[in-house]
């Protein structure tokens, strides 16, 4: 496994982003394990997340777009601290642009937070973990009505490697197959798993015999 990728897994760790246990996740799954980007929160996480970020999507996607879309509302900082840590990277700047959830009617009005989106713009979304897909239901629209605008792919930062709401394939690879676009992930649930297993990191051992065997479990029923 790249360096990169195993920095990125303890860093997950070290900021309590990544954790293991018994959760109820937001489309209704139990799981042994959860990631709340929501968890980053000084300046230095979100410093570092964006470098992260940033090298994933330059990695996938090249300087090929023009902005970052961040789903409301953890994606919000995930769209700014990238664009931050992408131009000062790579020396090319990109917008950045997240949704409201509510349509403002005065002053910035509208829906869209940060830069417009134009007739030809180049978007990558941008969000932390994608579940079963049906974040993408509500931002694909949002994003489709700003204009004639061509969507580049998906940047999460971990793929759950479960499937998503058609119940056959991954949630990445579905929507990679729903809407035409790549999905891409830094590290997998497999990397976490082959960094971790058994392995002592910060004198913990973050997944033993019995975590490993709730994580098989729950593969075996939304693995994909």
Same mark, same amino acid.
């Given at each position: 496994?790249?360096?990169?990728? =195993?920095? +990125?897994?303890?860093?997950?760790?070290?900021? =309590? *982003?990544? %954790?293991?246990?018994?959760?109820?996740?937001?489309?209704?799954?139990?799981?042994?394990?959860?990631?709340?980007?929501?968890?980053? *929160?000084?300046?230095?996480?979100?410093?570092? @997340?964006?470098?992260?970020?940033?090298? /994933?999507?330059?990695?996938? +996607?090249?300087?090929?777009?023009?902005?970052?879309?961040? !789903? /409301?509302? #953890?994606?919000? !900082?995930?769209?700014?601290?990238?664009?931050?840590?992408?131009?000062?990277?790579?020396?090319?700047?990109?917008?950045?642009?997240? $949704?409201? #959830?509510?349509? #403002?009617?005065?002053? &910035?009005?509208?829906?869209?937070?940060?830069? $417009?989106?134009? &007739?030809?713009?180049?978007?990558?979304?941008?969000?932390?973990?994608?579940?079963?897909?049906?974040?993408?239901?509500?931002?694909? !629209?949002?994003? %489709?009505? =700003?204009?004639? *605008?061509?969507?580049?792919?998906?940047? *999460?930062? @971990?793929?759950?490697?479960?499937?998503?709401?058609?119940?056959?394939?991954?949630?990445?690879?579905?929507?990679?197959? %729903?809407?035409? +676009?790549?999905?891409?992930?830094?590290?997998?649930?497999?990397?976490?798993?082959?960094?971790?297993? $058994?392995?002592?990191?910060?004198?913990?051992?973050?997944?033993?015999?019995? @975590?490993?065997? /709730?994580?098989? %479990?729950?593969?075996?029923?939304?693995?994909?």
């Amino acid at each position: 496994m790249e360096q990169y990728k =195993q920095e +990125f897994i303890e860093f997950m760790v070290d900021s =309590q *982003v990544l %954790k293991f246990g018994e959760f109820t996740l937001k489309s209704g799954r139990k799981s042994p394990f959860f990631m709340n980007a929501g968890a980053y *929160v000084t300046g230095t996480q979100l410093s570092r @997340l964006g470098e992260y970020y940033a090298k /994933a999507i330059h990695d996938n +996607f090249g300087d090929d777009f023009d902005v970052l879309f961040g !789903p /409301a509302y #953890k994606g919000i !900082p995930l769209s700014v601290a990238t664009t931050i840590a992408y131009s000062r990277l790579y020396g090319k700047d990109i917008r950045y642009c997240s $949704n409201r #959830k509510e349509i #403002k009617d005065h002053g &910035d009005v509208g829906i869209l937070l940060g830069s $417009n989106i134009k &007739d030809g713009d180049r978007v990558v979304i941008i969000e932390d973990v994608t579940t079963s897909g049906k974040s993408i239901e509500e931002t694909f !629209p949002i994003i %489709k009505a =700003q204009g004639n *605008v061509e969507i580049k792919g998906l940047m *999460v930062s @971990l793929n759950r490697m479960e499937k998503g709401l058609g119940g056959k394939v991954s949630a990445l690879q579905e929507i990679k197959e %729903k809407y035409g +676009f790549d999905a891409h992930a830094i590290v997998t649930m497999q990397d976490v798993i082959e960094h971790l297993y $058994n392995r002592p990191y910060q004198g913990k051992i973050y997944i033993d015999d019995t @975590l490993k065997a /709730a994580i098989d %479990k729950n593969y075996e029923s939304y693995g994909a």
